[in-house]
């Protein structure tokens, strides 16, 4: 077993340790390239070898004043040390004084974070539907979000973002969030969309990540003037009615368990829950590692 930092060589065999231990993602070994290009403002990205072969990844970014760590071990290589490895080379390269994350709510990643000394913070709901069996109609005119100038969602995502309860949805300036979001490969401005209010501002949105069949919503905003109209259930109905025009079979979203208008929407469209996660944070004063980020 072998810990180094990741290179571009190694982003198919990081995009497939990513599907296998968190299905429910979306990625692809062009989106791997493009994180590690665009990677050198926060940045650390590690792989674990095993055998000569990638199967555990640590991928650490700033986010709103912390310090998060993606770590992720291929189911097959489990039990064997590699994420202890991962998290101990994290902590010698860049030593924070705490770690966050969001850790798989099974049992095993539970007893993994427990054994690292992690305090668990807030729970989380991962959902999927299939788009084509979404029979709500969104009710009102929407937008392709490729349609939409780029600075427009991205001051939309700003107003919208910072009171998700789970914290997980701060937005960055403007250059890091159009290179990390707007031109991350899976992203698909096509099957986002938007409504529009009379001045042309984006009043709501959906984000949607595909790769193949498979769809991640990766974020939907209303603006705090605006919410009660049902726009949120309106451009989530008019995206997964253009994934399906397109051939999405699955659609999977993340919901903090305390986001209740945010569930009632994903109930009304047909998402039904197939995952746990949790968030979790480690003060390094208490131990030697950090706590994953299993997103």
Not at 99 to 109: K, P, Q
Not at 155 to 170: E, I, M, N, Q
Not at 238 to 261: E, K, P
Request: hydrophobic share 45%; charged share 25%; glycine share 10%.
């Amino acid at each position: 077993m072998s810990v180094r930092e990741a290179t571009p060589a190694d982003a198919d065999a990081l995009a497939a340790v990513m599907k296998a231990a968190t299905p429910y993602l979306v990625t692809s070994p062009e989106a791997v390239r493009h994180d590690l290009a665009t990677s050198r403002r926060t940045s650390l990205r590690l792989v674990a070898e095993d055998d000569g072969a990638v199967a555990g990844l640590a991928r650490v970014r700033g986010h709103g004043g912390r310090t998060m760590v993606m770590l992720l071990v291929h189911p097959d290589h489990r039990r064997r040390g590699l994420g202890r490895a991962l998290l101990d080379a994290v902590v010698a390269r860049l030593d924070p004084p705490v770690l966050g994350g969001i850790v798989n709510g099974d049992a095993g990643s539970r007893a993994a974070a427990a054994a690292w000394d992690c305090t668990i913070e807030r729970e989380h709901t991962i959902a999927a539907v299939d788009p084509r069996r979404v029979a709500v109609e969104p009710g009102g005119p929407t937008v392709p979000l490729g349609e939409v100038d780029p600075a427009a969602v991205w001051a939309a995502t700003v107003a919208t973002a910072d009171d998700d309860p789970s914290g997980l949805s701060r937005a960055h300036d403007l250059r890091t969030w159009l290179d990390d979001d707007w031109r991350e490969p899976t992203h698909r401005p096509d099957l986002g969309r938007a409504v529009l209010g009379p001045d042309g501002e984006v009043a709501a949105l959906a984000v949607v990540r595909a790769h193949g069949q498979r769809a991640w919503n990766a974020f939907t905003g209303t603006r705090p003037g605006l919410r009660g109209r049902g726009l949120a259930l309106r451009v989530k109905a008019a995206s997964l009615h253009a994934m399906a025009a397109a051939g999405v079979t699955t659609c999977g979203t993340g919901n903090d368990d305390a986001n209740a208008a945010m569930l009632a929407v994903n109930a009304r469209l047909g998402y039904r829950p197939v995952a746990t996660t949790c968030s979790a944070s480690l003060t390094l004063g208490r131990a030697t590692t950090g706590a994953p980020e299993r997103r």
